[in-house]
């Protein structure tokens, strides 16, 4: 029940669908973890399924959340962490909306056992949910409004020249050293980056197209769609004129298919744990160039048309470090230049 099955390049996988909302299951339906896996999605159903809704109730409220015009505008990806991280909440479904309060999400919040990264997501999920409460009548206020993020932007951190050294010395797959040489020289996401096609340089410039084409962004999603131009530096043009390619992407397997966002986070997840480097992740390579812009005085402007940001307030955060060091080495500049103190 509820199990469906879907079929992917020669492979069949198979998901917990309710309400269009997709939780992947081990792929063989007789072992011991795909009937785990299956029960845990089917528990947490049950409460929605053999008790009435109460009105009023935050069940009542999540359900009209997963039923609104804005639950079907996120993308496939999101509905299903939302809807994981809403899960917590069931405990307390029968609880008014109403008296709901921010304590009592912050205290939910502590008590998961997972990484900030999870508990962020739990409490976004549920700001979501209220927001939506709002307008629906269910209450005037949003208990998980403002609560303070426990892992920003700035915890992607920026790989410093000996992060950078013991990776590219060490023994990697070629679409792992591309990936990585790109993302290093044009603050690109990892997502932009697997699909940057090879049509798309022309031997010193890049045209890059930031987010999905229109027929692959998923159900509702809307957005801008950002096109820049980024020059190669020379150490990119000189190692990708020794490259040699197999397919139509820059980022692709020795026979040429593309891989998969997943597992490219996988596979490069744990080549850099096996180095040691279990404090860097890929998305800190887009931090990495604005702070080395930052650190040769480049401006927010200059630095923004590279990364694609519209606004300055994100580049600002990712530039912070780096301009307090050189505002910091201008001051005590200063000083040298009167003798000292």
Wanted: charged residues 25%.
């Amino acid at each position: 029940m509820y199990v469906v099955r879907q079929r992917a390049k020669g492979h069949t996988y198979l998901y917990f669908r309710w309400r269009g909302v997709f939780r992947r299951l081990p792929d063989d339906p007789t072992s011991e973890d795909f009937r785990r896996e299956y029960a845990k999605a089917l528990a947490s159903l049950s409460p929605e399924i053999m008790q009435p809704i109460i009105a009023g109730s935050l069940r009542a409220l999540i359900r009209d959340f997963k039923s609104s015009p804005e639950w079907a505008a996120l993308a496939p990806k999101t509905q299903a962490g939302y809807a994981r991280a809403l899960d917590h909440l069931a405990p307390f479904g029968d609880y008014q909306a109403d008296n709901v309060r921010r304590q009592h999400i912050v205290r939910l919040r502590n008590k998961l056992k997972a990484n900030s990264r999870t508990q962020d997501l739990f409490v976004a999920a549920v700001s979501r949910t209220f927001t939506i409460g709002m307008d629906l009548g269910y209450t005037d206020r949003n208990p998980a409004a403002r609560i303070v993020r426990l892992n920003d932007s700035e915890s992607y951190l920026p790989w410093p020249a000996q992060a950078r050294a013991a990776f590219e010395a060490s023994e990697m797959p070629a679409w792992m050293r591309t990936a990585y040489m790109l993302g290093l020289y044009t603050a690109q996401r990892e997502g932009d980056i697997l699909r940057l096609s090879r049509a798309r340089f022309d031997g010193e410039w890049f045209t890059i197209r930031q987010g999905r084409p229109e027929a692959k962004r998923g159900k509702g999603r809307k957005g801008p769609i950002v096109e820049l131009e980024i020059p190669a530096v020379k150490r990119l043009r000189e190692y990708l004129a020794s490259c040699s390619f197999p397919g139509l992407l820059f980022v692709t397997r020795a026979d040429g298919t593309p891989i998969k966002q997943t597992e490219f986070i996988h596979e490069l997840r744990a080549h850099l744990d096996g180095l040691g480097l279990d404090e860097y992740h890929f998305h800190g390579l887009r931090h990495t160039t604005p702070t080395a812009l930052a650190e040769a005085g480049a401006s927010d402007l200059e630095i923004m048309s590279v990364t694609g940001h519209t606004t300055t307030q994100m580049i600002r955060r990712y530039t912070k470090k780096a301009r307090q060091k050189v505002l910091a080495a201008s001051a005590m500049a200063k000083i040298d230049g009167k003798n000292g103190l």
